[in-house]
């Protein structure tokens, strides 16, 4: 790893923005490597769809390339991030709409899985989160795919620490009972 590579690796969210506004590339590619995921598992928090949440993660981030200009520092890099996401997502949420008149009750929970996890687990983990409301579902998505921080979680999700915490452990409990007996 060259210096400056480390260096990078050090900055906060802010500073690479503001490098990113100036042109540097390995800026880009050191905030694209640390929130990727993060971004990813938000858009997938909201979408439900594994397609979707890949083509929102990568408008985030060519939105970010070209419109990194336009942020101002105020060390809120990663909460101007994800209101990007937050945005692309509802406007894909909106355009799927006009296409596809699908009841929100209908819609899949879909999770990310590894090609050889057992189908059946699968299905049974899909139906378990199904007993999640929407802000639980996204507060487990977030924390479980991205190992996001719960501090990091409240700040997106315009919540107190307190209440995605307790939703968080709710949520777990529900889907512990719903999954008793299944596996």
Avoid at 7 to 23: F, H, N, T, W, Y
Avoid at 88 to 98: N, P, T
Avoid at 136 to 163: C, G, K, N, Y
Wanted: hydrophobic letters at 40%; aromatic letters at 6%.
């Amino acid at each position: 790893m060259s210096e400056r590579e480390d260096i990078l690796l050090r900055e906060s969210e802010d500073a690479l923005l503001q490098r990113i506004a100036a042109g540097d590339s390995e800026a880009f590619a050191c905030l694209y490597s640390r929130m990727h995921r993060a971004v990813f598992a938000y858009s997938l928090s909201l979408l439900k769809n594994k397609e979707d949440a890949e083509e929102v993660m990568q408008d985030c981030f060519l939105k970010i390339r070209s419109a990194a200009h336009l942020y101002r520092p105020q060390g809120k890099g990663q909460a101007w991030i994800f209101t990007i996401a937050r945005n692309l997502s509802r406007m894909k949420l909106r355009e799927r709409q006009k296409t596809v008149h699908v009841p929100a009750e209908d819609m899949d929970h879909k999770l990310v899985f590894e090609p050889d996890t057992d189908i059946s687990l699968r299905l049974t983990l899909e139906t378990a989160m199904k007993v999640l409301n929407e802000q639980d579902h996204q507060i487990i998505v977030l924390h479980a795919l991205s190992d996001m921080r719960f501090r990091d979680i409240a700040r997106i999700m315009e919540m107190p620490l307190a209440t995605v915490l307790s939703k968080y452990h709710r949520g777990l409990k529900k889907l512990r009972k719903e999954l008793e007996g299944r596996i």
